[in-house]
């Protein structure tokens, strides 16, 4: 016992002398306990460990997700309002050419109708006034007769004596007579 | 007679092999310093893990994030969420200073109570977390001490140290008190926790070295974790108070 203990001691001291070397004393460099330790160590810690980094990976994968999904939506709705904005910019063309032509049109006809508004108030008014002309003529016309009959009638009663009388008949009977031998030959 | 004697001798030589050496340290000789350098060696230890780990892990960054391109991911959230509480609004140009703190001190408090470091025999001392030095502590405190000030300075200027003699001058003595202390605590709550747990299963392992130091060992990670997570919002804390907005 006395070797074995003694061949034990002897492998302990030989580094001791003042250099390097491995010491190979299980008891002194305590690798049961320390493989224990480090057995229950990697053993609990490993499952902490992994889910600790699992929830850390879940929780990046879904942010990434979302903002993917959301960067999608908003394409999606830029794509959307972009194909809007070309629907309604060709109507505003269409409008724009079309009211155009049609403004045009509007107004074509309302000069015409207009100018055709124009020319029969001018025939209206051409017409009343040569109404009124007429309408002035004769009375004027009227009036001259009016004043001439009454000259003349005038005049004829002025001139209406007994002499004038009995000389017109006079010369009726001289006519008369005349006439009378005329038919007698 | 003879089995006693020979007990006795097995357990000198039991006790050569897993003594416990507190503070005989391996020295180099660099210039005309005594340099750490078991304090060293596990440090770069440490730095070529962080850096090894993160370059694998950032070589093909996708949008949907691969195992260790989240793990990094969720580690760097965290810091920046430790950061903004702590810093208020512009902890942009911070984070990568607490996110080194935090991983350095996290991964080398972890790996000091993980890594079969007793494996590697040294001619004195031995390897363990490099934070169980001293002299690693205060090297961050200081940092932090330092990151802070400037803070403070490149934000208003010599104004600054207005902040002494707020809220009255009354407490003046004890603002400038306050500026030692604060490394002196940070360096020292870190070493102690991490020497103290380091100590405790050593000790337990030489005395019972199966089953019982195993939930000493989960405690030890516990609370070098939460050290790690505290230098880390501490640091933080003091540079966002410093970098307060006028009252």
């Known amino acids: ?185 | 007679m003879n089995v006693l004697s020979c007990s006795i001798n097995t357990l000198k030589g039991l006790y050569d092999i897993s003594g416990v050496e507190v503070g005989q340290h391996f020295y180099w000789q660099i210039g005309g310093f005594q340099v750490h350098a078991q304090v060293l060696i596990t440090s770069w230890v440490v730095i070529a893990i962080l850096l090894g780990s993160a370059t694998l892990a950032v070589r093909n960054p996708q949008t949907i994030p691969t195992d260790g391109q989240n793990f990094f991911e969720y580690v760097l959230e965290f810091i920046r969420d430790v950061s903004k509480t702590q810093i208020g609004e512009e902890y942009g140009s911070w984070v990568p200073f607490i996110g080194t703190m935090f991983l350095f001190i996290f991964v080398s408090n972890w790996s000091g109570a993980l890594l079969p470091w007793k494996i590697i025999q040294l001619p004195h001392g031995e390897l363990a977390a490099p934070t169980n030095d001293i002299n690693t502590t205060v090297a961050l405190a200081l940092l932090t001490s330092v990151a802070y000030f400037y803070a403070g300075l490149t934000k208003k200027g010599l104004g600054y140290f207005g902040k002494y003699i707020q809220p009255t001058p009354i407490l003046l003595p004890i603002n400038i008190l306050e500026d030692f202390t604060k490394p002196l605590s940070l360096s020292f709550r870190l070493f102690g926790n991490i020497l103290a747990d380091e100590l405790v299963v050593v000790v337990l392992v030489s005395l019972v070295p199966s089953i019982v130091p195993i939930p000493v060992m989960f405690l030890g990670l516990f609370t070098s974790g939460i050290q790690a997570l505290i230098f880390a919002t501490l640091a933080a804390a003091y540079i966002g108070e410093s970098m307060e907005g006028h009252h």
């Open chain 1, 1 to 185: 016992m006395k070797n074995v203990t003694d061949s034990f001691v002897s492998l302990g001291h030989w580094p001791s002398a003042g250099g390097f070397g491995f010491n190979t004393d299980i008891l002194a460099t305590n690798p049961i306990n320390l493989s224990v330790v480090l057995g229950v160590l990697i053993f609990f810690g490993k499952g902490v460990l992994s889910d600790l980094l699992d929830n850390r990976k879940q929780r990046i994968l879904n942010t990434i997700r979302n903002s993917e999904e959301l960067r999608e939506g908003a394409i999606e709705q830029l794509e959307k309002a972009r194909a809007r904005l070309r629907k309604v910019e060709m109507e505003a063309d269409q409008y724009r050419v079309n009211g155009y032509s049609e403004i045009e049109r509007e107004k074509l006809n309302l000069i015409n109708s207009t100018y055709n508004t124009l020319e029969q108030l001018e025939n209206y008014k051409n017409e009343t006034i040569h109404f009124e002309q007429q309408r002035a003529i004769n009375q004027v016309r009227q009036r001259v007769l009016q004043q001439a009959l009454q000259g003349a009638l005038g005049t004829i009663n002025s001139c209406l004596n007994k002499e004038l009388h009995l000389r017109t008949i006079s010369a009726n009977i001289g006519m008369f007579g005349s006439m009378k031998e005329i038919r007698n030959n």
